[in-house]
Every structure is written in C-alpha cells, then in structure tokens.
C-alpha cells in the first residue's frame, strides 16, 4: 500500500544544534516534495519545494535532500532556536498535472534554550 | 500576502445537523482544497476544486459534499452531522499547477483552521 512515514515520536533538541527529520514514503514516485511548518491551532505554511531531480535545496537555515532511490527526503534546520519549535509536515506532488499533495503526519519538533 | 479565511474558528453542532464550512481566497487561484486533520492520521483530503463548479472527490468523501459557485469560495457542507466527523477542518488554495515548472509559488496556501465538534 502507499505511505508515507514520518517520525511520530517528538525530536526534542537543545538550541544551536541541527535538527534532522525524515520524510520515507513507499508506492510513490512523486513528481516534488513540499515541507509545511504547523504551528498550534493554525494551518500549514509552506517553506521549501524540492523537484524529482534535484537533490538538494537551500533556504536561509533550511537545507533538504530528497532521494528518489532511498525513497525518502531529510530537511534540516542548522543552528536551531526556540521559534522552530514546531510540527513539521512533508508532502509529495504526484504529478506536475495536479496540484494535489498527499501529506505525511508530521514531526513536531522542540528546541530547547 | 495571500489571504485564505474560513467562516469560523470554532463551531460545535448537534448529530444530525446540517453544517456549512465556507472558505474564501483573495488571490485568484484556480485551485482549492478541503481536508481534515486528525491526531496520527494527519492532513486527508475530502474534496478538492480546479475550477467554478468543478470538484473532484480527494480520499474520504464521504458524508461530505462541497459547493463552488464563484472562483473566490469554496463551501464544505455535512449533510447530517455525526460525531465521528468531529475534527479539524484546513481549506486551502493555489494557483493552477504549472506542469514542469512548477515552482515554489505553486504551494498551498492554508486558512486557520475550523475545529468542529459534533455532539
């Protein structure tokens, strides 16, 4: 069957250090992959999109990878602080026809001072 | 900035009851969407619409049914209220998919959220 997984166990880092979390999906090939910062009470915003055939892409503190032989995508926050405190959520792009998005069930992420 | 709002923030409603969710998007996009989000089952999509007057059926539709008569609106409505469709209720919009070259702008922008609740 078609998943995707994230880790549903909080990731709780102390402020400074890179937080790392994964995106593994399995019965896809998407066409892009998106990350969404949620935070409590509110809806999604968008933060980065990375491509089939990219690898990597870069935002400020934000860095993801996206490997479509592992099947999975990591994206990293460096030099975190108590304001990334959030959940985060990967979403696939099946097709470039569609704009419709199939979403993980996110991390939430705790960075401690 | 684009603004995508929903009627309200909180709603609570009877079994049985006949609900109406609205959303409206001040961007012109093409596309909007309805989920639901629910503890460890995450964002699922009940409806989505790429144009007025044209939806397609996301991954659980059922009970639900959507309405959109002009560009700017998307309506959800719950026929007959049950309990088990107690949740959170995310619309959101984007510009139409731009095939290859689909760029950052082809995101999803989401409204806050209406959580409801079904007694």
């Known amino acids: 069957s078609q998943k995707i997984e994230q880790n549903s166990e909080a990731l709780n880092i102390q402020e400074g250090k890179t937080a790392t979390l994964t995106c593994n999906y399995t019965?896809?090939?998407?066409?892009?992959l998106q990350w969404y910062r949620q935070d409590p009470g509110r809806g999604p915003v968008f933060l980065l999109l990375i491509r089939e055939n990219e690898k990597e892409k870069r935002k400020e503190r934000l860095k993801v990878t996206f490997d479509t032989t592992l099947k999975q995508s990591l994206f990293h926050i460096t030099a975190s602080q108590p304001a990334d405190s959030a959940t985060y959520l990967c979403?696939?792009?099946?097709?470039?026809?569609?704009?419709?998005?199939?979403f993980g069930t996110g991390t939430r992420l705790q960075v401690f001072p | 900035d684009v603004k995508v709002t929903q009627s309200s923030r909180y709603l609570v409603k009877r079994t049985g009851e006949k609900v109406f969710l609205e959303c409206v998007q001040d961007m012109d996009h093409e596309n909007m969407f309805w989920y639901r989000q629910d503890p460890g089952l995450g964002l699922r999509l009940i409806y989505f619409?790429?144009?007025?007057?044209?939806?397609e059926k996301g991954d659980i539709p059922e009970g639900y049914s959507v309405s959109r008569e002009k560009k700017e609106r998307f309506s959800l409505i719950l026929e007959s209220a049950s309990t088990n469709q107690t949740s959170m209720y995310l619309c959101?919009?984007?510009?139409?998919?731009?095939?290859?070259?689909?760029?950052?702008?082809?995101?999803?922008?989401f409204g806050p959220g209406t959580r409801l609740t079904v007694l």
């Open positions: 019965n896809y090939s998407p066409a892009y």
């Open positions: 979403a696939l792009g099946i097709s470039y026809n569609t704009d419709k998005l199939i």
């Open positions: 619409s790429y144009d007025v007057k044209m939806k």
């Open positions: 959101a919009s984007s510009p139409s998919g731009q095939g290859a070259l689909v760029t950052s702008t082809d995101t999803q922008y």
